[in-house]
């Protein structure tokens, strides 16, 4: 079993910046992918980014390319999202993800999700 719990997000204008965070307990964090998902009201869940176990894989999904950076420390069984350049479409529950795959060109999402942080950005 994994444990993932996300900080971070908030209530942010336009153009500004957040940090989310996720810790990890429970099976070795740093043999696992970790990703980040999102889901606005009304919407799916979408994948927005992925990262290898060991940092050689990184995965975005087109609409945060140059905004957002994925990064992990398997030293503190952590893994972060820097959101840059906010936008209001970027309004979402945002999901932390363990034991995903690399295939295709995307990160599908393994079986462990965090319970969600949410992240607003007034316009």
């Known amino acids: 079993q994994v444990q993932l719990v996300e900080s971070g997000g908030g209530l942010v204008q336009a153009g500004g910046s957040l940090r989310l965070s996720c810790a990890a307990s429970g099976r070795t964090f740093s043999s696992l992918a970790m990703g980040w998902f999102r889901q606005a009201p009304g919407k799916e869940r979408e994948v927005v980014a992925g990262i290898s176990w060991n940092h050689r894989i990184e995965y975005y999904t087109d609409s945060v390319k140059g905004r957002f950076t994925v990064s992990r420390d398997n030293a503190k069984n952590t893994v972060s999202l820097q959101m840059n350049s906010l936008k209001p479409e970027d309004t979402a529950v945002y999901y932390c993800?363990?034991?995903?795959?690399?295939?295709?060109?995307?990160?599908?999402?393994?079986?462990?999700w965090g319970q969600g942080t949410q992240v607003t950005v007034s316009s």
């Open positions: 993800n363990a034991g995903g795959q690399f295939y295709s060109n995307n990160y599908y999402p393994g079986k462990y």
